[in-house]
């Protein structure tokens, strides 16, 4: 792990993944490596009422149900849809099923607009082909296919940022579970093994970019991933991601619990604004998501620890606020001085605190990029 800059969960939780494994005597679908109580625990974290040797801690945080309806979904022939707004932990939770049921989380295809159907087939190793001709040892099988001949989850990432020819492309997968490669006369179908399923992420605010067809919805279960309202648990959320953060840079910093509270105030307040506006001048281009939120913290205590007193300051965490939020510079940069001079500025000098020295650290932000 020393050597990754981001380990994958498999690979990060291995030792817990191999304790859950040991004392599992549940029954697993499948090639599954967890049964789906434990691949539950596994995302979650265990209770009391589990009655287990070990403390298991949760890792993504949002309704259970909403777990156990993707748990029954892959354990089924269907594909699962993961959908919501950015930032709501869609593809940490698909990351997070796939290392549990497979221990391999890492067979993931992004879609983006350049995103071709050999990217979920196949393509060839041309020098091989040359050298060769076409066969399946010059074949170089996509990571949907790998999934597919091992029995495994497979990630589809960002499936409306792809065209529509991809998408067509992994409905006769989803259906027919094999794939046809007619450039060989023989081996020339690779059929999915039980086991083999497709975790697909889609952003919400992505409707009408290459919008899903009614067939390939029919082929996936939607289960949508619903932004977190309740201020306790977008602080577990904060707080879980800025240990983690704090572990891989081996820094020792404490969170102070007030700047945590202004961090979360900071964004409920905004969302209220957005919430409230007329029209898209008034809304800052941020989703004011919870994990725009914790990548304001990051910015600012790599900041305090590399440029500042070791120590997380109120002032330090305004300034990275404005400079994560604001990425049109003249509307963002007036919403957020707006914001400043009409909420925190009477909120300072009623409640004083640390209010004060956010309001300034902000203000001088702002000053720097006007």
Do not use: C
Request: hydrophobic fraction near 40%.
């Amino acid at each position: 792990m020393t050597e990754m800059l981001r380990a994958p969960a498999e690979v990060k939780y291995a030792d817990e993944l191999d304790w859950l494994e040991s004392v599992d005597d549940g029954p697993k679908p499948y090639s599954w490596r967890l049964s789906p109580r434990m691949v539950r625990l596994f995302v979650l974290g265990s209770q009391k009422s589990d009655k287990l040797g070990r403390q298991v801690d949760q890792k993504w945080f949002g309704d259970a149900s909403l777990v156990e309806r993707a748990v029954v979904t892959l354990a089924s022939d269907r594909g699962l849809l993961l959908i919501g707004d950015p930032g709501t932990g869609k593809s940490w939770l698909a990351e997070l099923l796939a290392a549990a049921i497979s221990r391999d989380s890492t067979l993931v295809v992004q879609g983006t607009a350049g995103t071709t159907e050999d990217h979920i087939k196949y393509s060839w190793n041309v020098s091989m082909v040359i050298a060769q001709g076409q066969s399946r040892e010059s074949m170089i099988p996509s990571p949907i296919m790998t999934a597919m001949e091992r029995g495994v989850i497979g990630r589809f990432e960002e499936l409306t940022r792809s065209t529509s020819d991809v998408q067509d492309a992994l409905i006769s997968i989803l259906s027919e579970k094999y794939v046809s490669i007619p450039e060989l006369d023989n081996d020339n179908v690779v059929f999915a093994k039980p086991g083999f399923s497709v975790i697909a992420t889609a952003n919400s605010r992505d409707r009408g970019v290459n919008d899903l067809s009614s067939a390939l919805k029919r082929r996936f279960n939607f289960v949508r991933i619903p932004v977190v309202t309740n201020r306790r648990s977008e602080a577990d959320i904060v707080r879980f991601r800025t240990a983690e953060l704090l572990r891989r840079h081996q820094i020792e910093l404490d969170l102070p619990p007030t700047l945590l509270d202004i961090l979360l105030q900071s964004f409920a307040d905004l969302r209220t604004a957005a919430a409230s506006a007329t029209s898209d001048d008034e809304k800052l281009e941020s989703a004011l998501s919870t994990a725009e939120q914790i990548g304001v913290l990051e910015d600012a205590i790599l900041h305090s620890q590399f440029f500042g007193e070791k120590q997380l300051h109120a002032g330090t965490l305004a300034s990275s606020l404005v400079g994560s939020l604001a990425r049109r510079s003249s509307e963002d940069l007036a919403i957020l001085n707006k914001y400043l001079h009409g909420v925190v500025e009477p909120r300072g000098r009623k409640d004083g605190g640390l209010w004060p020295e956010f309001l300034e650290g902000g203000r001088q932000a702002i000053a720097v990029l006007s």
